[in-house]
Nanobody
């Protein structure tokens, strides 16, 4: 059974950095894409960053130049390096993966969420 385990959230001061990780447990064939989403209190969940199997990346305008998404295929892990954090980055961050569990069997899975608070 595929599960995602997130880590790395916490409390950080404005201007600080955090690195989030999300690791797949369970057997898979291959990852198609990884996404990081976030949901701030009272707001809708929004896409923050995306990386494809080939390594192509895309970012929301609000985080371009500050956040970097990367993956380690050997570890079945995606990272989100967050620099120059702002109070408006405060949210629960979720990873999402689109993958092939078996040949011809494709699925999407969510992490449990990790809380990021940017405050002085």
């Amino acid at each position: 059974q595929v599960q995602l385990v997130e880590s790395g959230g916490g409390l950080v001061q404005p201007g600080g950095s955090l690195r989030l990780s999300c690791t797949i447990s369970g057997s898979i064939i291959t990852v198609n894409t990884w996404d990081w989403y976030r949901q701030a209190p009272g707001k809708q969940r929004e896409l923050v960053a995306n990386i494809t199997h080939a390594g192509n990346t895309d970012y929301a305008e609000a985080v371009k130049g500050r956040f970097t998404i990367s993956q380690d295929k050997s570890k079945k892990t995606v990272y989100l390096q967050m620099n120059s954090l702002k109070p408006e980055d405060t949210a629960v961050y979720y990873c999402y993966v689109d993958l092939f569990v078996r040949i011809g069997i494709r699925g999407g899975y969510w992490g449990q969420g990790t809380e990021v608070t940017v405050s002085s």
